[in-house]
């Protein structure tokens, strides 16, 4: 059973830093694709930055230049450096990761969701 935990979300100033991490169990680190989402109160879910199969990056404009995006597939683990934060970045960040079908492909738009953790940035 696949199972995602977040952890290191908080409290900070806008101009401050945190990093996320999202412990996979259940499932191999870069054996597909692997991301975090963010929900504002009232908003869509949106990806944030996403780590493909091939380990490609992709950010939301939002975040370029503020946050990265990495992973060690030894432990298991997925993060957010996140730098700079903006009262905007306020919301619940989720680790995601992809789910294979029935052939084993990878479906980007099928994953597996961690429980969610909050990152509130104040002025």
């Known amino acids: 059973q696949v199972r995602l935990v977040e952890s290191g979300g908080g409290s900070v100033q806008a101009g401050g830093s945190l990093k996320l991490s999202c412990a996979a169990s259940g499932y191999s680190a870069g054996s597909c694709g692997m991301g975090w989402y963010r929900q504002a109160a009232g908003e869509e879910r949106e990806s944030v930055a996403y780590?493909?199969?091939?380990?490609?990056?992709t950010y939301a404009d939002s975040v370029k230049g503020r946050f990265s995006i990495s992973q060690d597939i030894a432990e298991n683990m997925l993060y957010l450096q996140m730098e700079s934060l903006k009262t905007e970045d306020t919301a619940v960040y989720y680790c995601?990761?992809?789910?294979?079908?029935?052939?084993?492909?990878?479906?980007?738009?099928?994953?597996?969701w961690g429980q969610g953790t909050q990152v509130t940035v104040s002025s």
């Open positions: 780590f493909s199969r091939d380990e490609a990056t």
């Open positions: 995601a990761a992809e789910r294979r079908d029935t052939f084993g492909f990878c479906l980007r738009y099928s994953v597996h």
